[in-house]
T-cell receptor, first 114, second 111 residues
C-alpha cells in the first residue's frame, strides 16, 4: 500500500496563477484533510471531507477550494495564488470508527508563490 | 474557537537528559492525540488518550491525560538524537469531525 500520496512535491507559482494539489489514499478512509504548515504556526486545517461528495471549511479556508469527487482523492485548488499562500501543504486521511482514528499524512507539497 | 496550547515552543537538551512538553486547553477535551514530525518529514501518529487520568507508555515515552481532561503531557526519558523533531498534540474540533493541532514543541538534542 502506498498510503497517502501528494502531487506535486514542489511547485513555484507567480502571484495570480492557479494550481491544483492532488491527494490520493489507498486505505479506503472516509475522512480526508488539507493542512498548511508555516514556521511557528503548527498545522492549520484548511478544508476537510467526511465522505465522497462532501467538503467542509476548516480554520483557514479563504483563498482555497476543494473537491472530493472520488473517495480516494481530495483536491485542493488555489484560484489566484498570493505570496501569503507560500507554505508546506499536507494532506491526511483517517478512518472514522471505533475509538482510535489516527490521521495518516502524506509527504507534503512545498509551494512558493512569488 | 477551540485551541490547544503547547509549551514550550522550543527545547534543547543534552543527550541523556529528560524532556517534557505540555498541552493545555481551557475546555474539556474528549481525547488527545500526539504526533511526531521529524525535520523535513510529515507528522506521524504516536498515541491517543481518551480516559481521564490515563497514562500510556511507549518505551522511553510516557503520555498522560489530566484528571480534568484539560491538559496532557509527553515525557521522554533519557533523550537520544533520534528523538529530534517537533511534537504536536491535537484534539477534536467542536463538531468532532476534525483535529485541531497545537503549534508544537520542537526538540533538539546535542550529543
Amino acid at each position: 500500500n502506498a498510503g497517502v500520496t501528494q502531487t506535486p512535491k514542489f511547485r513555484v507559482l507567480k502571484t495570480g496563477q492557479s494550481m491544483t494539489l492532488l491527494c490520493a489514499q489507498d486505505m479506503n478512509h472516509e475522512y480526508m484533510y488539507w493542512y498548511r504548515q508555516d514556521p511557528g504556526m503548527g498545522l492549520r486545517l484548511i478544508h476537510y471531507s467526511v465522505g465522497e461528495g462532501t467538503t467542509a471549511k476548516g480554520e483557514v479556508p479563504d483563498g482555497y477550494n476543494v473537491s472530493r469527487l472520488k473517495k480516494q482523492n481530495f483536491l485542493l485548488g488555489l484560484e489566484s495564488a498570493a505570496p501569503s499562500q507560500t507554505s508546506v501543504y499536507f494532506c491526511a486521511s483517517s478512518y472514522w470508527g471505533g475509538t482510535t482514528y489516527e490521521q495518516y499524512f502524506g509527504p507534503g507539497t512545498r509551494l512558493t508563490v512569488t | 474557537g477551540q485551541q490547544v496550547m503547547q509549551i514550550p515552543q522550543y527545547q534543547h537538551v543534552q543527550e541523556g537528559e529528560d524532556f517534557t512538553t505540555y498541552c493545555n486547553s481551557s475546555t474539556t477535551l474528549s481525547n488527545i492525540q500526539w504526533y511526531k514530525q521529524r525535520p523535513g518529514g510529515h507528522p506521524v501518529f504516536l498515541i491517543q488518550l481518551v480516559k481521564s487520568g490515563e497514562v500510556k507508555k511507549q518505551k522511553r515515552l510516557t503520555f498522560q491525560f489530566g484528571e480534568a481532561k484539560k491538559n496532557s503531557s509527553l515525557h521522554i526519558t533519557a533523550t537520544q538524537t533520534t528523538d529530534v523533531g517537533t511534537y504536536f498534540c491535537a484534539s477534536d474540533n467542536q463538531a468532532g469531525t476534525a483535529l485541531i493541532f497545537g503549534k508544537g514543541t520542537t526538540l533538539s538534542v546535542s550529543s
